[in-house]
């Protein structure tokens, strides 16, 4: 999946590449309830280890592996994601919850512990042709990151940037689908779904 030419994000395969990407299999557990403490953990554990670490030409990220969603509508997996969310913030120390309507909202970023991530979720048979993949998965990465990069850009940044671009035109014939257009509602939630929840019926 990540070597594939079809697979536009250069951010995650350069943490593929430097062994900075790290992978936990939430599929075995029958229990849900084990679910969302294990993740939160295992994003916290996640933070701690990487938060001393250089940011300037390395980007991390946790790989979470997840039961299939039964339906690709994007109903269903709105619903799939936002109450997967829901249910991992429940887990935050800082006793804060979230609905669906906070996560609409323009400004809404997901935090665990006061630190921000930016969830990226992929399945076979997603509406969005660069959120297919062979198994169902939410790709974690830590936002203090492009943070810092977006304020003091380097050349392998910029680099990285126009070319995940580019690759995306390609992908799309330089006809990019609506949730990736200036015409999209532009929330923070499109980029979790892979496409735009305020404007289901355009992707």
Not at 15 to 35: G, V
Not at 62 to 68: T, W
Not at 94 to 120: G, M, Y
Not at 163 to 181: C, E, G, M, Q, V
Request: hydrophobic share 35%; proline share 5%.
């Amino acid at each position: 999946m990540l070597t594939s030419q079809g697979f536009p994000c250069l951010f995650a395969i350069n943490s593929f590449y430097k062994n900075h990407m790290y992978i936990y299999d939430a599929t075995r557990y029958e229990d849900d309830s084990r679910i969302y403490l294990d993740i939160y953990t295992q994003l916290k554990f996640f933070a701690q280890d990487t938060s001393d670490i250089d940011s300037e030409k390395n980007f991390y990220t946790l790989l979470v592996v997840l039961p299939d969603p039964q339906k690709t509508t994007p109903s269903y997996i709105e619903k799939f994601i936002f109450s997967f969310l829901m249910k991992l913030k429940e887990h935050d120390s800082t006793q804060e919850n979230i609905n669906r309507a906070d996560i609409l909202k323009e400004d809404f970023e997901f935090s665990l512990d006061n630190k921000i991530w930016f969830p990226v979720f992929l399945c076979p048979k997603h509406i969005s042709t660069i959120r297919q993949s062979n198994i169902s998965i939410i790709a974690f990465q830590p936002k203090k990151t492009f943070d810092v990069l977006k304020k003091c850009p380097n050349d392998f940044y910029e680099k990285t940037r126009k070319a995940t671009h580019h690759r995306i035109d390609k992908i799309y014939d330089f006809n990019r689908p609506f949730f990736l257009s200036n015409k999209s509602s532009g929330i923070n939630a499109i980029q979790y779904l892979g496409f735009d929840p305020i404007h289901p019926e355009e992707y």
